[in-house]
């Protein structure tokens, strides 16, 4: 299909690891992006890969990248309360941002 | 340097009556884009702008038009206003790669 899929919900405990995924639809995508929501505010950039990568850590956030399977995945180590948020992945589908395509979100609740 | 700015954050509108979103960057962004967010439906991008005096339907374009007279301000239009615009609205540009986003507007038809 041409839908981006996410998980709608997911919970985890303070200090426990959160893994979010993603499938995305369209295997010349270049770049690969995850945006964080915080309540009442924008979309922001949190990280992106590039799609000739299959892993990219930066600090508490690492994400991996499966070209053959289309999965993408975000996970934060040792959550945190101020982690909560709703996590879009997104896909440009050409180099030219014209067919960015989001997901629906991922709202991640951390409890204490 | 202030990003994306959108204009008004709060709207009350009743049906019929028309109003204007107003976004504005300062990146130099050839590239802006409307979407909208609903629950449960994610971003739907509205309409989009590739240059200044450019713009092209999105997903949801029906009910709303769009005008780039400058690079730096995208405009999004609604003429009649039907409740099921009750909506956040997000402005967003870039030059080509990952975008950033306005803080939004809040907007419900009554």
């Known amino acids: 299909g041409e839908d981006v899929e996410q998980s709608l919900f997911l919970s985890v405990r303070e200090g426990d690891s959160s893994v979010i995924n993603c499938t995305y639809t369209d295997s010349s995508s270049t770049y690969l992006y995850w945006y964080k929501q915080e309540p009442g505010a924008g979309l922001q950039l949190l990280t992106y890969?590039?799609?000739?990568?299959d892993m990219k850590q930066d600090q508490r956030l690492t994400v991996l990248l499966n070209k053959k399977d289309k999965h993408l995945s975000l996970r934060i180590a040792d959550t945190q309360t101020g982690d909560s948020a709703i996590y879009f992945c997104a896909e440009n589908r050409d180099n030219y941002g014209q067919n960015f395509v989001f997901g629906p979100g991922t709202r991640l609740s951390v409890l204490p | 340097n202030a990003g994306v700015t959108q204009t008004p954050k709060f709207r009350v509108l009743k049906t019929g009556q028309s109003m204007t979103l107003l976004c504005a960057q300062d990146?130099?962004?050839?590239?802006m884009y409307w979407y909208r967010q609903d629950p449960g439906m994610g971003l739907r991008l509205i309409h989009y702008s590739v240059g200044e005096g450019t713009t092209a339907k999105g997903e949801v374009p029906d009910g709303y038009n769009v005008s780039r007279l400058k690079k730096q301000n995208f405009l999004l239009g609604l003429e009649s206003a039907a409740p099921s615009q009750t909506s956040v609205y997000f402005c967003?540009?870039?030059?080509?790669?990952?975008?950033?986003f306005g803080s939004g507007t809040r907007l419900t038809v009554v």
């Open positions: 990146m130099n962004h050839e590239y």
């Open positions: 967003a540009s870039s030059y080509g790669g990952g975008y950033t």
């Open positions: 890969i590039f799609s000739n990568m």
